[in-house]
């Protein structure tokens, strides 16, 4: 197999929904809140923890509760040892975010404007009135979804430099790979990612692998309608090198699919060489992303959508990945 191209890092723009224009979101209203339960929670007097945990609980009842038993990990019986516990190992941790995240006005915009996006794509869907930053463990959550609201946690948000990334525990939990993607500019990716998987839950399982890299692609493409000023580097997860060796070998990979017949394999730990994320994907070399059958099956997508221009989104969603493929036609 021929290595992946090695080029410049330059940006390339991925398609152009598919000739539609951007649809005008201004006169869209979407309510959304800012609460910023780090400050909250560290705030608690541990001296009178129970009556502090109750005072948080009952300003902010469904997080507070998902808090300390889903990302916490802890539980009514230990609580009272865990919280301050935390408290006191992370207290440095929440200075060092409450000075790089004094406001998040940047990302609370996009995010905004995300969920503007899924209003007019998707009016009856029960939009987060809320936007939550906390800090969790540094091996928990990220980002997550609850009946309410977007939580975000900012010990995932340090840029990827941050020691504690680089760390031999860090990289031990998160190799450079991921953590290169530990930077602000991710929030609002990451937060549509939730409202995807909320509204479309991935139901490939045991799908070949040409239907399992169309779904991948239906799913970037969804992101790309919510975000359309998004860098593609940051909606995809590559590199821009990574972004712009995809296109310049696309033939070649295709080929490479094709000519080993790997397109209806089902095998799950071949499937997992290419739709899985890592530092590369070995067999296209060290040039090459992790994950590449996201950018294949993308590509599907839009040869199928130059044929059917005028579906809505959610059609696209709900259209299953075999038809797209067997339709598509797509030769690179």
Known sequence: ?????????????????SGQKTPDIRSIDVPLTTIRFEQSFFAIDTLRLDASLQKLASQQPLFTQDFLYNILATTPETAMRDVPQFINAYQSLFKQTGAKFASIKTQEAAIKEG?????????????????????????????????????????MYLGKNDPIYLSEEGQSLYPVYV????????????????????????????????EQMVEAGKRLYFLK????????????????????????????IW?????????YQ??????????????????FGDGSPGFIGQFVGY?????????????SLDKVMRTPAKIIFE?????P
Not at 127 to 133: A, C, H, M, N
Not at 255 to 263: E, T
Request: hydrophobic fraction near 40%.
């Open 225 to 252: 309608q919510i975000l359309p000023t998004e860098q593609d580097s940051i909606v995809t997860g590559y590199t821009a090198a990574q972004l712009e060796g995809c296109y310049k070998s696309e033939k070649d």
């Open 115 to 155: 969920l503007k996006f899924v209003k007019y794509y998707f009016p009856e869907y029960k939009l987060p009135t809320k936007l939550i930053t906390f800090i969790g463990p540094i091996n928990s959550f990220g980002n997550i979804i609850t009946i309410d609201a977007l939580a975000i946690g900012l010990q």
């Open 299 to 311: 590509r599907i997508v839009e040869a199928w959508l130059q044929k059917n221009k005028e579906l």
């Open 266 to 283: 089902k095998d799950p730990s071949l499937i997992g060489d290419y739709m899985t994320d890592g530092p590369n994907t070995a067999v």
């Open 327 to 331: 339709q598509a036609k797509y030769k």
């Open 255 to 263: 080929s490479f699919f094709v000519q080993n017949n790997l397109l």
């Open 179 to 210: 953590s290169r993607r530990f930077e602000p500019e991710y929030m609002a990716t990451n937060c549509m990612k939730n409202i995807r998987d909320d509204m479309f839950p991935l139901q490939d399982a045991g799908a070949p692998l040409c």
């Open 1 to 17: 197999m021929t290595k992946f191209l090695s080029v410049a890092a330059i940006v390339i723009l991925l398609g152009c929904n």
